[in-house]
């Protein structure tokens, strides 16, 4: 009879485990950026249309701002990569930089080159930081809650950003694209601060992968601008940010 009652009470406890992970709801915060993160994959994958994914963003921004303005902290930019600054900026006086032919909504398939990328030294080709032996870290540049990762990818995929992430800062209405990296450190609903570690460097994406494409992040800023999610140039704000070594 003991021995039925323990049973009993195993299966009990079990349903209400099974019950509590099926009735569990997100709090807002994670719902909003779990649907930008959906969203920016139907749009890199072209499986939304341009109208519904500029409406769909949209709405998404005044929520964003809605649950997040006021929560972030500002702080004094931080340059991107740990260990290093501006110095390692790809291009002349920030001519990497080529907006022509960018447009959000056309996903993995846009033109242009609206980022900068930023290049660590690599001397064996292999991804790792030659003073360290290690994958450099990437921090965040501002303040903000994480809206999208890709966690994975693997050769051949053809999407171009690798493992990538972005970032949404609620006090400028911008959103922050890192790009090639090794792995993710945050999750969609993740708040940060400027200089927080977010990611290791890598190798991933399209371009990056090949053995010519030397070991760098592709760092891009887009302004909400009622939708249009149009290119900024952060070159002045990367001279300007304080390097993170510690």
């Not at 039925?4 to 994670?30: D, E, N, T």
């Amino acid at each position: 009879m003991k021995v039925l009652r323990v049973r009993i009470m195993k299966h009990c406890l079990l349903l209400i485990l099974i019950l509590a992970g099926l009735f569990r709801v997100l709090p807002a915060s994670a719902s909003v950026c779990e649907e930008w993160n959906v969203l920016q994959r139907e749009v890199r994958e072209g499986t939304i249309g341009r109208e519904e994914a500029t409406k769909k963003i949209v709405a998404l921004d005044g929520r964003l701002r809605e649950e997040y303005s006021g929560k972030i902290g500002r702080a004094p930019l931080r340059f991107p990569v740990k260990g290093y600054g501006p110095e390692i900026i790809g291009g002349r006086d920030g001519s990497g930089y080529r907006p022509e032919g960018y447009n959000f909504y056309d996903g993995n398939r846009h033109g242009g080159h609206p980022a900068h990328d930023l290049f660590i030294r690599d001397t064996e080709g292999n991804g790792l930081d030659a003073s360290t032996g290690k994958p450099a870290e990437i921090v965040s540049f501002t303040g903000g809650v994480v809206i999208a990762v890709n966690p994975s990818w693997e050769y051949p995929s053809a999407v171009r950003g690798g493992i990538y992430l972005w970032i949404y800062n609620p006090a400028d209405t911008r959103y922050y694209y890192y790009a090639h990296l090794a792995k993710a450190l945050v999750a969609p609903g993740d708040v940060v601060q400027a200089g927080d570690t977010i990611a290791l460097l890598g190798m991933t994406g399209k371009n990056a992968w090949p053995k010519r494409s030397a070991t760098h992040m592709h760092f891009m800023c887009l302004s909400f601008d009622k939708g249009r999610m149009t290119p900024r140039d952060t070159y002045r704000e990367l001279l300007k940010s304080l390097s993170v070594t510690e």
